[in-house]
């Protein structure tokens, strides 16, 4: 943004201002995400910097951090990496455990999530759809009622699920379905707010184009509206898989020592002994999230080119 | 002109105005029949765990189901009889019963909600309770003189029905004395109600920093030309995506004593070594790192708003001779209303409910109300933490009543 010719001194003094005030807003987002990824490499336990890390000196850099992610739980991390090492790594390894649990609860919350919030979202975006006010903002609560209050709840229902019916059912509490059901849940209002918004641009037209050309409402779907919305749903799913690998509180509160996650060993990670190894873990989050924020980005671009909407 | 439509029929001679009401209410079938199988969802994994928690907020029989006697007797007398040698062998009974079921504990802890210290009241009489003869009056006594306040008679009388209001007199920093009257708790026993303004004042700080901070930042992205907008955008989106806990870490590497910014300071001779300055594990850290993760949910709706704002507004005030202050405060600001106020909701909602960032970086000083209900559960005090769960989602929910009302759900955009 110019300013335009006729700015008077004070204005451009301002201007200068507002444009240092904006810089340090950008830097104070993004330097902690900066900051702890050449830390992560430092050969020392140490938070800070050190002095052979300043000075480029490679001594001062190493890959403990990273080996220490894979060896710690292992039976025999000592041993030579050879086939059987890598085997105990793969079932024994405390991160790699953690790292295949997120994966799966990750996995099965975002398809459960991503199949019934597009379901929904076609639903909500009818103009005939009633209460559509009411059911939006029910399911939109997941986000908006604190965590502590959703595990909490969650915590009493699932040690009993059959309560309200008045007897006993088994219990939902440490298992995997538990953790995943309440994943899903957590994840579908980020589902729905981004396919709402994908087909808002809809152009509904299409479907009774569709239809006079004589395809049934199944084939009008897979043909014509899916791979439309297909971008939207990719987007919502990600961010539902996002929610789920990055939640730890109902995990907390649901699993059992068998479904701990990375966001759950980062926990007690942080509260009991910070070590550099939590940062490496960081770094390594660090470059999927901006994987995945690169996928959204053209997912959101090629979506708004298919519905001719202008691009931003 | 209904009196046309009616007449009006379709090809196979039905009134058209009942081919039509038939036709809309199968789409509206249809569409809720999409919905239903996600509301059905939702309903319960999430509406009816929440509803069932809330309940435990005014339920409770840890007492009134160890009490059998004791709630005959005060179902035959009304409330402020002095109690009776009738009553204290009823009482007698009972102590002898939890004493056989191991519920004394159970029971004193639910009359220790009430009036504090009495659980082991209730433990140490309960284990002398085979002992006791008649007259029990005075053998209770004897144990503990406690066993004449009215207080714990009140407390009693009240526990011994499972539905109770009590665990809300306490989140209201309340209790009732002697004579069964509410009153406030001493000054430095009010913990809950005053945890749950001071949520809403640390809430209401960080968005306002927010508020803040993403207003210049939105106003850049805006006007500047798409290609650099969309890049310095991503400045504001990879915060968004990085997990929260990473987020909280890197503030906890830059923060703390040993960390990069005191290192920097020390390094610039700016603080000397030993006057490091306490920046986490207290209220400025949690303050600090909940503005970091919740900023990009002020600068979304502010852009979203800003770039629709036609810039020749701006440029038609100034040329009728306002000045940049002028054209700022009566133009441009006006227009930045709904973003400011789709932000300024959206951040304080998730504010006043945040748990994991001031559970880590929070220390003593820098807990929020979140914090209290899981404190509350680990020490399985059920009733309690719902009570205060309840408290906080009603302070939620009519925050996000408002908002819907305001702004609307369906314009809640994420990147």
Redesign the interface.
């Known amino acids: 943004?110019a300013l335009?010719t006729y700015?008077s001194p004070l204005?451009r003094a301002?201007h200068a201002t507002?444009?240092v005030?904006?810089v340090l807003?950008?830097v104070?987002?993004?330097?902690?995400?900066l900051?702890?990824v050449p830390?992560s490499f430092n050969a020392e336990p140490?938070?800070?910097?050190t002095e052979r890390m300043l000075s480029f000196d490679a001594e001062g850099y190493s890959m403990r951090w990273y080996d220490s992610l894979l060896t710690t739980g292992m039976q025999n991390s000592e041993a030579v990496r050879d086939g059987a090492w890598w085997s105990d790594l793969w079932h024994n390894a405390d991160w790699v455990k953690a790292a295949k649990n997120s994966v799966i609860i990750g996995f099965w919350a975002t398809i459960?999530s991503t199949v019934?919030?597009t379901?929904?979202a076609?639903?909500?975006s009818?103009p005939?759809?009633?209460w559509r006010?009411t059911?939006?903002?029910?399911?939109?609560?997941?986000m908006?009622?604190?965590?502590?209050?959703?595990a909490?709840?969650?915590?009493?229902?699932?040690s009993n699920p059959c309560?309200?019916f008045g007897f006993e059912c088994g219990r939902l509490t440490s298992t995997y379905t538990g953790v995943v059901?309440?994943h899903?849940?957590l994840g579908?209002p980020?589902v729905i707010?981004?396919v709402?918004?994908t087909l808002s641009g809809f152009d509904q037209s299409l479907i009774r184009a569709a239809a006079s050309l004589g395809a049934n409402p199944r084939r009008t779907f897979f043909k014509v509206v899916m791979p439309l919305i297909l971008p939207g749903v990719i987007s919502g799913g990600l961010?539902a898989f996002?929610t789920s690998?990055?939640e730890?509180?109902a995990v907390l509160?649901i699993a059992g020592p068998d479904q701990q996650t990375i966001?759950r060993e980062?926990?007690s990670g942080?509260?009991e002994q910070?070590s550099p190894a939590?940062?490496a873990v960081?770094t390594i989050?660090?470059v999927i999230?901006?994987a995945?924020?690169t996928v959204?980005?053209i997912l959101?671009r090629r979506s708004e080119r298919l519905r001719g909407v202008a691009?931003? | 002109m209904s009196d046309v439509a009616s007449q009006l029929t379709t090809a196979d001679g039905r009134p058209l105005k009942a081919a039509l009401a038939t036709a809309q209410a199968r789409a509206k079938r249809r569409a809720f029949f999409l919905v239903l199988p996600l509301l059905a969802f939702i309903v319960i994994t999430f509406a009816v765990p929440i509803g069932q928690m809330l309940q435990r907020s005014v339920y409770n029989d840890g007492f009134s189901q160890t009490v059998p006697a004791l709630t005959q007797w005060f179902e035959a007398n009304p409330k402020g009889t002095v109690p009776d040698e009738a009553a204290y062998a009823a009482l007698a009974s009972d102590l002898n019963l939890m004493k056989e079921t191991r519920m004394a504990g159970d029971a004193g802890t639910r009359i220790n909600y009430v009036v504090s210290g009495m659980r082991s009241l209730f433990t140490k009489s309960a284990r002398k309770a085979a002992d006791l003869e008649p007259p029990y009056m005075a053998a209770l006594l004897d144990i503990d003189e406690d066993w004449q306040d009215p207080r714990v008679w009140n407390a009693m009388r009240t526990a011994s029905s499972p539905w109770t209001l009590d665990f809300y007199t306490i989140a209201f920093d309340r209790e009732r004395d002697a004579d069964g009257k509410l009153v406030k708790v001493d000054e430095n026993q009010r913990i809950y109600f005053k945890l749950y303004i001071k949520t809403f004042v640390v809430a209401a700080v960080i968005t306002a920093i927010c508020l803040l901070l993403a207003f210049p930042v939105a106003h850049l992205l805006a006007t500047l030309p798409m290609a650099k907008a969309n890049l310095l955008m991503i400045l504001v989106l990879l915060p968004f995506w990085t997990s929260l806990l990473v987020r909280t870490t890197s503030w906890i590497v830059l923060l703390q004593g040993q960390g990069v910014i005191n290192s920097i300071l020390v390094a610039l001779g700016i603080i000397g070594d030993d006057g490091r300055i306490q920046m986490i594990y207290n209220q400025t850290g949690t303050i600090i790192a909940m503005v970091h993760i919740l900023l990009p949910f002020m600068v979304l709706p502010l852009y979203s708003v800003m770039r629709v704002i036609p810039p020749s507004y701006t440029r038609a005030a100034r040329s009728l001779g306002a000045t940049s202050w002028t054209t700022f405060r009566r133009i441009y600001l006006p227009q930045t209303i709904p973003g400011i106020g789709a932000g300024v909701l959206l951040v304080f909602i998730l504010a006043v409910g945040y748990y994991i960032t001031p559970a880590l970086v929070g220390g003593a000083d820098g807990q929020l109300f979140s914090n209290m209900v899981q404190f509350h559960m680990t020490k399985a005090n059920w009733s309690m933490a719902a009570a205060l769960a309840t408290m906080l989602l009603v302070g939620v929910l009519v925050l996000y009543w408002l908002y819907d009302r305001l702004i609307g759900i369906d314009k809640l955009k994420l990147g």
């Open positions: 943004m335009p700015a204005e301002w507002y444009l005030i904006c807003v950008f104070f987002l993004i330097s902690p995400i900051v702890i830390l140490y938070f800070t910097y459960l019934l919030g379901l929904a076609l639903g909500l009818r005939e759809m009633p006010r059911i939006m903002a029910i399911l939109i609560s997941p908006i009622v604190p965590i502590i209050i959703v909490t709840g969650m915590f009493f229902f699932y309560a309200i059901l309440a899903a849940a579908i980020f707010i981004t709402t918004a961010f996002v690998f990055d730890v509180v509160f966001p980062m926990w942080i509260r910070i939590i940062l960081a989050l660090v999230s901006i995945l924020l959204v980005e959101r691009a931003h």
